[in-house]
T-cell receptor, first 112, second 113 residues
């Protein structure tokens, strides 16, 4: 199976930078995803990493180290609207290609 | 606007009821998914359909019965559910099962009394 671990909760202040870590164990890694989910809403895609390194997309960046089974999502210039749950998900090569294994999510609260 | 719609948004049902959840995607995708999201638990994949064919059933109890009449529509038929089945049921779609991005619907909040 897959073990995906991320912190349950984090807090930060507006304008700050926050890093949400995710560690995973999988037998056939085939990509790591970050999703954002506001309360009562659908998860929305943020980023995808399949090779080592940093992917930057505006205020959000995602990093992957396959050898360490580790990823982080970096959020810069935090805004109140960034308060949400951030889901780390891993795709495994061994099963249906579309299957994603999700972590429990990190609830981020941004304070003014 | 995610392009994936789900109805109803909220559903309360008794354990002896039969109900159906509906999902429709307007994105031209050919893969559709049902997920279950319970409090304090990770999103769990239930079923995967690719070109209307079920490609994965993640050991889901038979009281959940999926139906995919075409690539745009996905149903989840419910009968004799248990209170522990209360959860948010999310539908998603992607361009093929190897598509990078899965687009999620807003979900149906199900309460089983």
């Amino acid at each position: 199976g897959q073990n995906i671990d991320q912190p349950t909760e984090m807090t930060a202040t507006e304008g700050a930078i926050v890093q949400i870590n995710c560690t995973y164990q999988t037998s056939g890694f085939n990509g790591l995803f970050w999703y954002q989910q506001h309360a009562g809403e659908a998860p929305t895609f943020l980023s995808y990493n399949v090779l080592d390194g940093l992917e930057e997309k505006g205020r959000f960046s995602s990093f992957l180290s396959r050898s360490k089974g580790y990823s982080y999502l970096l959020l810069k210039e935090l805004q109140m609207k960034d308060s949400a749950s951030y889901l780390c998900a891993v795709r495994d090569r061994g099963s249906t290609l579309g299957r994603l294994y999700f972590g429990r999510g990190t609830q981020l609260t941004v304070w003014p | 606007e995610t392009g994936v719609t789900q109805t109803p948004r909220h559903l309360v049902m008794g354990m002896t009821n039969k109900k159906s959840l509906k999902c429709e995607q307007h994105l031209g995708h050919n893969a559709m998914y049902w997920y279950k999201q319970s409090a304090k638990k990770p999103l769990e994949l239930m079923f995967v359909y690719n070109f209307k064919e079920q490609t994965e059933n993640n050991s889901v109890p038979s009281r959940f019965s999926p139906e995919c009449p075409n690539s745009s529509h996905l149903f989840l038929h419910l009968h004799t559910l248990q209170p522990e089945d209360s959860a948010l049921y999310l539908c998603a779609s992607s361009q093929g099962t190897s598509g990078i991005e899965q687009f999620f619907g807003p979900g149906t909040r199900l309460t089983v009394l």
